[in-house]
Every structure is written in C-alpha cells, then in structure tokens.
C-alpha cells in the first residue's frame, strides 16, 4: 500500500467522506473511490459500511470501507458523562459533550474532548447529527434536555436517549406532544435511557447507556 | 494499547516515515465464526512491533512471520486460515472459523 494512498484516505476522513480502498486481489492493484465516484456493489458496500470481497469486471476486489466515524453527543457533563466519554471514545466513538453550565464542562474533567458551553439546541443544530450519531441526553433538567431532544427528533441521528425515571420521562412524553410531537416520534426516544442490567453506579450506568446504544447501531432488538 | 481500526493505517504509514519497514494485513472474507470481520487490520514492523488484531489472537503469530517475508520481497499475500489447514494445531482457529487474510508491506 502506497503511502500516498494512506494519506489521500485520512484527507477524506477528515472532510467526513465516505470512501473505500479497493485492492485488486490478484494483481495488488489499489485504488480509492468515494462515494460520489463509486458505483454498482462498491457503492453498496461503502453505503451498508460493510468492507468485503466484490466483483469487478469478473475480477475478486476487496473494499476497505472507510466511512465517517460514529458519533456521540452527550448533552450534560455530569457525573456519569466522565465514565461514559472515555468507553465511548475506546468503542469507536467522536464524542462531543454539550453543556451551557461553565463549571460543568470545563477541559479539566474532560480533557480532550470535544466540549461546547453553547445551549443544547444551538449546539446541536451546529454539530448536525446524521445517521451516524447518537444523542444522548443525562442532565436532567428540561430546560437542557428538551431543546437537544427537539433537534435530535428532528434529525436523522440512529440513537436518541434520555436518562431519567419513567415518572420523569412520562413527563418529559407529555412536553414533547405540546411541541407537536407525535407518538411514533418520540418513541425514537430510549426512556429511560440504558439497559436494564441492574446499574448503579455512575460507570455502571454509562455501559448500559453505551450497550443499548451499540446494539442500536446494529440494529439488534434488545428489551427496552 | 488499543487503537481504532480506522486510525491503524495512520500509525503504519508513521512507523514508514520513521524509516521501518512495515506491513499491513487486512481480514478480506471469513466463513462461519469468526471474532474479526472483514476490514479488521493489524500492523507489523520489522522488529515486530504489531497493533491491532485479524483474529482473537490465534493466527496473529503466523501472520507475523509471513509478513516479515512480504517485508522482503515486498509481494502481497493472500493468506488461508482454517481448521482444515494443515497446521490446525499450530494457527489453527480454536473457534472453528476460516478467514482470510491479506497481506502486504507500506510502499
């Protein structure tokens, strides 16, 4: 592999661009296509994400695909974010945590994150979650939560949560349907967010916030 | 040390301008069970230093030693594993997998 083609594929990573290495299996011939350029079963592998062996002109290729990595918006940098920032970083992940409250987000408890002190919504609508984002939402204060959830509802992100008992998020339903949210939307909302696996503590509740959200990537049915 | 799939070829391409020789080994196809999938990288240099996984640890030595040859001749390989190989015993997969792998040095 020529170094050149290593750098060409870390320059479209950087533009959060689709696009796949394609290696010619019999005689080591490489090239990269995007997106944009790629057509037939190259452009269904970089579309499912899925790197494997295809067909080219009755040729056997293999496709790395390389697409944009996944997300995760965090909006509250509070007790659980500091465990689940770092698993979320280890899994894969670009995290980015939103919080207006300036003793909250400070670089100190999160150093080398993403960190915005903009409100939720503003935030969000900057940060543009796309189907490769998740929004996860741990202050528990609506005045936080609801805006972010407003604009993740309104967005194509593959993951929405929402910490908080059933009591909080059957209240939270109701302010939603006063946005003029319909059932089927907010039921894109995981709420209480996280699966049931006993959590306790703050570390305990960021993996089972993380499990239900890669099992959500994957689309694999888990017991809410 | 853990790193990103997507970060692998970075560090390989580093290791390169550091003056090392290094190759690069990709999953391309498995069959059955497997704890890789297709696209999972792993880095080796010369000295042996290597990063990342193709397996859950059960062919990642012969692909090491395969990829020092590649390091010389510099001709890629597509490498079979699979408890039909001869060597089963020897880097065979413990999980009764088959995969392949592709092997090449950084140019």
Redesign the interface.
Known sequence: MKLALIEELAALATRRQPAALVTDLTSGAQRIETAATATGALAEAIAADKSGEIDIDGRKHFALVRNPPPRIIIVGAVHITQGLAPMATLAGYDVAIVDPRGAFATSERFPGTTLSQDWPDDALTALQPDTRTAVITLTHDPKLDDPALIVALRSSAFYIGALGSKKTHAARVARLKEHGFGEGEIARIHGPAGLDIGAKSPAEIAISVLAQLTAARHQKPTAR | M?S???DL??I??DW??AGNDVA?A?V??TWGSSPR???SQMIVDRDGRMLGSVSGGCVEGAVVREAMEIMDDG??R?LDFGITNEQAWEVGLACGGKLQI?V????
């Open positions: 853990t990103r799939d997507e070829l970075q390989a391409a390169k301008r690069i990709t391309t196809a999938q297709a696209g001709k890629p597509l592709y090449e040095r950084v140019e």
